[in-house]
């Protein structure tokens, strides 16, 4: 059974940082390109990372660019999200994915990131 279990959410002060985790079973984890998504009501789901199988290739949206470090750990099948200079804007709950041949079709429940004064 694949399972994602993201943690690591909080209040922070914009500026501030956060690292969030995901845990994952049930799978070949250094199989997969993994991602973050996030979403706030109303809005669309929206990619915010994803990191290739093995950790060598990673890509970012615009609007995160140089604050957040997406890595992984595929001995502890494990992938984060660094999350520095937070903004406002990126209050959202964070989702971790697992990216399949013509998407990702897994995900978990999810994590509260709230970026406020």
Request: hydrophobic share 30%.
């Amino acid at each position: 059974q694949v399972q994602l279990v993201e943690s690591g959410g909080g209040l922070v002060q914009p500026g501030g940082s956060l690292r969030l985790s995901c845990a994952a079973s049930g799978f070949t984890f250094s199989n997969y390109v993994m991602g973050w998504y996030r979403q706030t009501p109303g809005k669309e789901r929206e990619l915010v990372a994803s990191i290739s199988n093995n950790g060598g290739s990673t890509n970012y949206v615009d609007s995160v660019k140089g604050r957040f470090t997406i890595s992984r750990d595929n001995a502890k099948t494990t992938v984060y999200l660094q999350m520095n200079s937070l903004k406002p804007e990126d209050t959202a709950v964070y989702y971790c994915s697992r990216k399949s041949w013509f998407g990702y079709d897994y995900w978990g429940q999810g994590t509260q990131v709230t970026v406020s004064s």
